[in-house]
């Protein structure tokens, strides 16, 4: 099995590619069209701007290859927020893969700090990403920005609001928490990726 | 909802693991990258690796041991000590780290927050303050605790707010290596000024000081470091005592 791993200017895609080989998958890292074509699973991390981000994608007709790929997808972080249809961050056009806006965090009391950042749990899962869970898992999150519930959902976790942690339509699925970063509960949701 | 975090930290002189009791007579305590995966797999919630080598190959080490932990370890880790300028952040991201921790190049040049925050992103800034409370107040100290500075606790952890840090790791000098419970007065004062998240340090010798710390010191996340290398605190039984005493933790 080939997996790939989008390779753009973003942090952290080492993170993912240490993960996998924990798991003993040898990813390729590209940016390469024909490579992640021709890949049987896609994973698109990201920790950076949205805006940025979305423009360096363009640059490289990034954008049009990960939209019509057919094989399984995994967009992780800002990956996820890249592959709905707008950000309020650098009011960035994403790709539109899912149709919902990704909006900035208001904090309601004190206590709320932005950025979302900890281990926080899944609730309501429905994706094949969350087989074999049994409980309310906790995983990893950092981030400042989020995608509001939707026809999308796959996973909900409440910080400040109930929002999307996972979304699922058709090959493309999407995380807003780190699995590669999320210990046992982490490595599981990367393995049933790469098991679908 | 959110949990609250537990986060080992392990001292690193050499690659090997060390820890100081009031900031001075090291002790020996393991290889870093076994004792972060048991830690890992105890439930720790982070982890925290600093360098406390100064010499120029002890960072080439520091380097590869990072590479090590990120390729061993499926947690968050912070990385910390001899970071002066946004190339070293880049060699530590780059090697695996999620986050580093700036200390006293921070209160020498307070704009490496805000270059650090806006290169690789705020949750990437951890700024760690030591500070000691005295006559005049909490004052802030560099290198280590051996030198006192003209900066005071509340008006620098805001500055370091406002400049972009992700989050403040404090240390009380009073407390660190003493065992007797966090300095939680202070703490929650700035937790209760600050926008982001609060890591206590300094004090842990019961699994009490912890609940305190997170009730009464309104903290986010708290570090420890001999209670755990020692075993004299075991993290699967600190978690279940928490979460007895209502607090959110992740189990």
Not at chain 1, 11 to 17: E, H, K, M, P, T
Request: contains cysteine; aromatic residues 8%.
């Amino acid at each position: 099995m080939k997996i790939a791993v989008v390779k753009y200017n973003a942090g952290n895609i080492y993170s993912v590619d240490y993960a996998l080989k924990r798991l003993g998958v040898e990813a390729i890292i590209t940016s390469d069209k024909e490579t992640l074509m021709s890949a049987d699973k896609i994973i698109f991390p990201g920790v950076g701007e949205a805006a940025t981000t979305m423009n360096y994608l363009r640059q490289h007709k990034l954008d049009e290859v990960i939209k019509n790929l057919k094989q399984p997808v995994l967009g992780i972080c800002l990956g996820m927020q890249l592959m709905c249809r707008h950000s309020e961050e650098g009011n960035a056009e994403c790709l539109g893969i899912f149709d919902t806006d990704v909006k900035l965090f208001h904090p309601e009391r004190h206590t709320d700090k932005v950025p979302h950042m900890g281990w926080n749990t899944l609730t309501n899962v429905k994706s094949d990403l969350f087989k074999g869970f049994t409980k309310e898992e906790f995983v990893y999150f950092v981030h400042s920005f989020y995608v509001p519930l939707n026809e999308f959902t796959a996973a909900q976790t409440t910080y400040i609001l109930p929002y999307s942690s996972a979304l699922h339509k058709d090959n493309f699925y999407a995380t807003q928490f780190h699995p590669e970063k999320s210990g046992t509960v982490g490595e599981r949701i990367l393995r049933n990726f790469l098991e679908l | 909802m959110l949990a609250k975090r537990i986060i080992p930290c392990l001292d690193i002189k050499d690659g090997q693991t060390v820890k100081g009791t009031n900031f001075v007579n090291l002790r020996q305590a393991g290889d870093p990258v076994e004792l972060g995966r048991a830690y890992s797999e105890q439930g720790a919630d982070e982890l925290v690796f600093l360098d406390i080598t100064a010499s120029h190959e002890g960072r080439k080490t520091f380097t590869d041991l990072v590479k090590r932990v990120a390729a061993n370890i499926s947690i968050p880790f912070t990385v910390g000590g001899g970071i002066n300028e946004l190339s070293d952040v880049d060699r530590l991201l780059s090697a695996g780290a999620d986050k580093v921790s700036i200390n006293s190049s921070a209160i020498r040049n307070p704009n490496l927050i805000d270059e650090i925050a806006k290169h690789f992103g705020s949750q990437v800034c951890v700024v760690a303050i030591d500070a000691k409370q005295t006559d005049q107040g909490w004052k802030c100290y560099l290198n280590g605790g051996r030198v006192e500075t003209d900066k005071y606790l509340s008006e620098w952890a805001r500055e370091v707010n406002n400049r972009g840090a992700g989050e403040i790791l404090f240390t009380s000098m009073n407390h660190d290596g003493v065992k007797t419970g966090y300095a939680n007065k202070a703490l929650a004062t700035l937790s209760d000024s600050l926008t982001i998240p609060v890591i206590a340090s300094g004090g842990a010798g019961k699994m009490e000081h912890f609940k305190d710390t997170f009730i009464e010191g309104k903290a986010d996340a708290a570090l420890a470091a001999s209670v755990f290398h020692f075993g004299e605190i075991k993290i699967p039984e600190l978690k279940q005592y928490l979460c007895q005493q209502g607090i959110n933790v992740r189990l």
